[in-house]
Each structure stands twice: as C-alpha cells, then as structure tokens.
C-alpha cells in the first residue's frame, strides 16, 4: 500500500506585502503556508509597491519547507492583470484567487495565467460567497490545476447575513457542501480565519470543530495562532503510535492470506489500513516541516 507523501497544511498564515518586516518575518515562523496577500489586507495607494515587495520576498528565497502562496486581487479590480503578470514568473508555490464564483470564471483566470507564464504554477480557489459555494462542485471539478479550497468565512457569513455565533452554525451547510466537493476531486480544503485574538479557548474551539469536520487546516490572521493550528490539525505521536499498530496487524494479517486483523477487540479492515497509513505519512511530514 503507497500512498503519496502529504504536504503539511495545518497552518495557512496571512501576511500583508506591504508589510517588508512580515514578509521577513515569515521565513522563520511555524507556519506551513505563508499567504502573502495582496488583496483584503493591502490599501489600494499601498497595491504596487506590495506587489513588489512580494516579488522580491520569493526571488530572495529562505523560506525552507514553507508553501509560498501568493493572493491576487481578483481580476475584475484595476489591480489583478499586474498581479498576475508579476507574479506567473516567480517562485512561488501556488496562486491563490479570491472570491471564485464558477468553474468558467476561474478557468478564464487560469488561462490569463498560462498565458503571462505560470503555467508551471498550481491553483487555489477562494470560496467566500453564496454563489461560489452553490458553484464549488463545478469549481473542483477544475482540480487537478486547481489543488486547494480555502474558505473566506468572514466574508460568507457577512454575505449570509449570520450573526456572531461561536458554533458557526449558520456556516455548517456552506461546510458540509464544501468539504463534499474538496473530497470528491482530491483537493485539501482550509477553514476561514478566526479573528478575535484575545480569545484563545474560541480560538482553539474553532480550530477543534473544523478538525471535527474534516478541514485539513486553518487559515490564520497572527502567529500568536499558529501553535494551537499545528497542535490540532496535526498528528499526535500518540495517534501515529496507534495508527502505526493498526498497520502492523493487518499487514500480518495480509501476509497470512487474510483480509480482516483484530487489534484489542477491534476489527481492523482495508480501509481502517488505509486511513492508518496516511495518518502516519501526514505525521512524519509534519514532522520534517517542523524540523526546519
């Protein structure tokens, strides 16, 4: 049984390009992504100039084992054919578009940045409307170009007229929607930010719930954040210890001609094996991040 190694998603860090110090900041932080944004956390006067500035952050290099992830301003603003321009020919990882309401939309984005040279550049899609959520099966269907949905869940929730809830009950079928179609195509997905920084038991209820869910990690506004994103959405070393022993017993099982093992009163099948190995893979990537 192979699996394809996982890249650690845990943690999905914003950080302003106007901001040179943070950009700088962010090669020596634990985050597994750095979002360097150039759309909601950027003032119109500053677009430019932060523009630059993340250019010269990914020519300069020294983020190690760290996803470099570049959001655009979409491409209705005076901003988002530059960005796309400047951006296609860099280093970074992967494009992240915002505010994705349909799978045309999006491939008509993807072409603007073949055509300026990021052909080489993998996709990521912004759900954070109403429409963009009726709109995500189709969206993923894009994969495998497009590789990862992140939810703007301040946005959908603005957007459906929610009120301050911390359960986020009125966001579930946005989720459940979501989730369906990320899984369906193979594509990670990473929950909204959380944007009270004085609440961390909020913080660590969110962050439990979309685990609960299935996210495979969180998008995050400070690196006061960052401990907590990783502690959850990662893997325990208790966790791989069980997992590795579920993997054992049915391997023994398979190498004595049988399908099904039983650990400690347990049934261990097929797919018990499966989701045993790749939390084991998912552990042991995290762990290589974490170690650089």
């Known amino acids: 049984m192979t699996t394809a190694p996982p890249r650690p998603r845990r943690s999905a860090l914003y950080m302003p390009a106007a901001n040179t110090r943070a950009l700088e900041k962010a090669r020596s932080l634990p985050t597994d992504i750095v979002i360097m944004d150039l759309e909601d956390a950027v003032a119109p006067a500053a677009k430019p100039a932060a523009r630059a500035a993340a250019c010269a952050a990914l020519a300069a290099g020294g983020y190690g084992r760290r996803e470099r992830v570049v959001r655009v301003n979409g491409l209705d603003t005076p901003w988002g054919a530059a960005d796309l321009a400047a951006v296609a020919r860099t280093a970074a990882d992967a494009i992240l578009f915002p505010k994705v309401e349909g799978a045309g939309p999006l491939a008509a984005a993807i072409a603007r940045l073949d055509a300026a040279g990021g052909a080489q550049l993998p996709v990521w899609a912004m759900i954070e409307t109403p429409r963009g959520v009726l709109e995500v099966e189709a969206i993923a269907s894009l994969a495998p170009r497009l590789a990862v949905l992140v939810l703007g869940t301040a946005d959908l929730a603005r ?34 930010i959380f944007t009270d920084l004085g609440d961390e038991p909020g913080f660590r209820a969110a962050c439990q719930q979309g685990k609960a869910l299935g996210f ?53 099948e097929r797919l018990h094996a499966e989701e045993a190995s790749r939390l084991l893979a998912q552990h042991e990537a995290c762990a290589g991040t974490d170690a650089d």
């Open 159 to 192: 957007a459906l007229r929610l009120p301050d809830d911390p359960s986020r009950l009125g966001l579930l079928p946005s989720f459940g929607r979501c989730l369906l179609a990320a899984r369906a195509r193979g594509l990670d997905i990473l929950d909204g």
């Open 216 to 268: 495979d990690g969180k998008t995050l506004i400070h690196p006061a954040q960052l401990a907590i994103a990783n502690e959850i959405f990662g893997v325990s070393a208790a966790t791989a210890a069980a997992a590795r022993k579920t993997l054992q017993a049915w391997q023994a099982a398979r190498a004595a001609g049988q399908e099904i093992a039983v650990l400690e009163g347990r049934m261990i």
